[in-house]
T-cell receptor, first 115, second 115 residues
Framework: GAVVSQHPSRVICKSGTSVKIECRSL??????MFWYRQFPKQSLMLMAT?????????EQGVEKDKFLINHASLTLSTLTVTSAHPEDSSFYIC???????????FGPGTRLTVL | KQEVTQIPAALSVPEGENLVLNCSFT??????LQWFRQDPGKGLTSLLL?????REQTSGRLNASLDKSSGRSTLYIAASQPGDSATYLC??????????????FGKGTLLTVNP
């Protein structure tokens, strides 16, 4: 299957700082990228969907000014958690798809801990 | 709103046993269904994808079935091995507007295969 990478794998930051997470599709062009959040023992919850060159579509209840998503190229999307707070601590996973509606490939996830 | 339920939440079996994981969804207008594996603290690995027009897919010791009209899918694992221990996630993909499709996940079944 196709490979999706995420960086960093773990990040610990102080409350009030901003954190950027990168998601890259390594061997295919990702027309669509997805960002998910997973709390312990919970399902993955979709935060937003981004198509290359377009503004991201955010799910209900997700603050677009707090979770900034950029999908500037067909192989890179970034998620910036602005002014992070302890309740933002979670496992963030990105996913990429080469065609609309086709199989999604997932990154290894980023564990964010906000102190 | 699409809801995905997985039963059982946890399952422990001895090595070599055949087992079935169940997934049900409330909205049958799905585009396709995907089964994933997630190891602790890791991202998702896609196991099988079944299109809405298909009844089953097979990969090695894994067989997934889909009954779209009744809103059910099963994942059959033959001759289970300790290395199969992981959380298995079921997700259904629906059209969400524009050119976007969205995956909705169940909470998963935690499988433990004992040597």
């Amino acid at each position: 299957g196709a490979v999706v990478s995420q960086h960093p794998s773990r990040v610990i930051c102080k409350s009030g700082t901003s954190v950027k997470i990168e998601c890259r599709s390594l061997d295919f062009q990702a027309t669509t990228m997805f960002w998910y959040r997973q709390f312990p023992k919970q399902s993955l919850m979709l935060m937003a969907t981004s198509n290359e060159g377009s503004k991201a579509t955010y799910e209900q209840g997700v603050e677009k000014d707090k979770f900034l998503i950029n999908h500037a190229s067909l192989t890179l999307s970034t998620l910036t958690v602005t002014s992070a707070h302890p309740e933002d601590s979670s496992f963030y996973i990105c996913s990429a798809s080469g065609r609309v509606g086709s199989e999604q490939f997932f990154g290894p996830g980023t564990r964010l801990t906000v102190l | 709103k699409q809801e995905v339920t997985q039963i059982p939440a946890a399952l422990s079996v001895p090595e070599g046993e055949n087992l079935v994981l169940n997934c049900s969804f409330t909205d049958s207008a799905i585009y396709n269904l995907q089964w994933f594996r997630q190891d602790p603290g890791k991202g998702l690995t896609s196991l099988l994808l079944i299109q809405s027009s298909q009844r089953e897919q097979t990969s090695g010791r894994l067989n997934a079935s889909l009954d779209k009209s009744s809103g059910r899918s099963t994942l059959y694992i033959a001759a289970s091995q300790p290395g199969d221990s992981a959380t298995y996630l079921c997700a259904v993909r629906l059209y969400s507007g524009g050119s976007n499709y969205k995956l909705t996940f169940g909470k998963g079944t935690l499988l433990t295969v004992n040597p």
